[in-house]
């Protein structure tokens, strides 16, 4: 499988793959040897067998409005045309700002790359977590940040105004081998007053072409805007995309990439050879039926040939679907007969296991917490 790669190791290892050409189901199962969780990030062709194996478990990266399989999209700036080329394919709003904002504004552009100090890491770190709390995003993922800085693949672009205020910060993975920069990452702080947001509006417009002048000379062919929202239903994305037309460049497509957690799924198999006698002469009874309390049902049944004497899930309680609440619970009066599966992380385990309905079972030592290694959930 080829492709951008790197590894994050702390508690857990996560190999991260970008641009991958084709990954198969062979692939994958050589990867889970290795690693506690891997991510596919714009790949080109996916083996539709990896969601026979792993489809309850799989988590979409472009959101849940796209399942395995679906063509996604990004675009992309031919960096080998000439700059004059390149500026020509923005839209007429675009020149004028991008020009403005070069010639009128004063701004000042600042690269760091490919060795980035500490200080200046640390500013950027600063400078987007700012920026995602105040639009209720999440901040960022340090772990990945810094091992793309390490591999000397990150890079920072910063647009300041004459006072040297920061404007906006952008932020790209720099990926040798296959001569390309895609965009990471945009930030810029909320200000009330028009003709300071309007300065930024231009200052994001301007940094982004001179980005591309400055990895153009640095050698690289293609600077990739990160992804391209096609849909009709989520408005913030179309808005972001609106606004990558701009820049002109091509649609490219890859289909929908994915996570894989191999550790949890790892978990649940050796959790069930420890229980399998509890098991095949208790009554089971799966407690959180989202998609691993699904991959937990389809295992029990290929492995084991059991059918889970009740599912119990409060959000996805349906009689029509046999799911239940746990108030079912009350009604099982000889506790010895059942056994819990339980298919939360260990948080909320313990919050399960405290209350009144699961408690009484839980006192006899008939739950367990399948996806955690400790099955007591104490790992």
């Known amino acids: ?16 793959i970008y641009w991958a050409d084709y990954v198969s189901l062979e692939d994958i199962t050589i990867e889970s040897d290795s690693c506690d969780e891997i991510q596919i990030w714009y790949p080109q062709k996916v083996d539709k067998d990896i969601a026979k194996e792993y489809g309850e478990v799989l988590s979409i990266i472009e959101g849940d409005e796209y399942s395995f399989g679906d063509r996604t999209f990004s675009k992309a ?10 500026f020509s394919g923005f839209s007429k709003t675009m020149r004028y700002e991008s ?4 010639e009128r504004d004063n701004l000042s552009i600042e690269f760091d790359y490919p060795v980035i100090e500490d200080k200046k890491l640390n500013e950027y770190v600063e400078f987007y977590n700012s920026f995602a709390r105040e639009k ?14 390490e591999k000397g693949a990150f890079a920072i672009a910063t647009a300041k ?36 947001s309007q300065m930024i509006g231009r200052a994001n417009g301007y940094l982004h072409f001179s980005a591309m002048k400055m990895f153009k000379k640095l050698g690289y062919e293609t600077y990739d805007l990160g992804g391209y929202y096609a849909g009709n239903t989520d408005l913030e994305r179309m808005s972001i995309s609106s606004y990558k037309d701009k ?21 649940i198999v050796n959790n069930l050879k420890i229980i399998e006698n509890k098991i095949k002469t208790d009554k089971v009874v799966i407690y ?19 059918e889970p004497f009740c599912i119990i899930d409060n959000k996805l309680f349906s009689k029509e679907d046999n799911i239940e609440s746990e108030e079912i619970l009350k009604q099982f ?29 839980f006192n006899r030592k008939r739950t367990c917490c399948v996806r955690e290694k400790d099955l007591d959930g104490d790992n």
Not at 247 to 267: H, L, M, P
């Open 1 to 16: 499988m080829n492709g951008f790669s790197f590894q994050i190791e702390n508690d857990r290892k996560i190999k991260i």
């Open 77 to 86: 700036i031919n960096l080998l045309q000439e700059e004059e080329q390149i």
């Open 99 to 102: 020009r403005r904002a070069g």
């Open 136 to 149: 209720g995003r999440a901040e960022l993922y340090l772990d990945k940040v810094m091992v793309l800085v």
């Open 161 to 196: 105004s004459d006072l040297g205020e920061i404007l906006v910060k952008n932020a790209y993975i720099v990926c040798d081998d296959m001569k390309m920069v895609s965009h990471f990452s945009s930030s810029s702080l909320f200000r009330s007053n028009k003709e300071m």
């Open 247 to 267: 820049f002109g460049g091509v649609i490219t497509e890859y289909e929908t990439g994915f996570v894989i957690s191999f550790d949890q799924i790892k978990n």
């Open 288 to 306: 959180g039926y989202s998609s691993w309390g699904k991959y937990l049902h389809r295992i029990l049944k290929e492995k084991y040939n059991i």
């Open 333 to 361: 009066n000889d506790y010895d007969d059942y056994y819990i599966i339980i298919t939360t992380l260990k948080e909320n385990y313990k919050k399960i296991c405290e209350g009144e309905c699961v408690k009484p079972f």
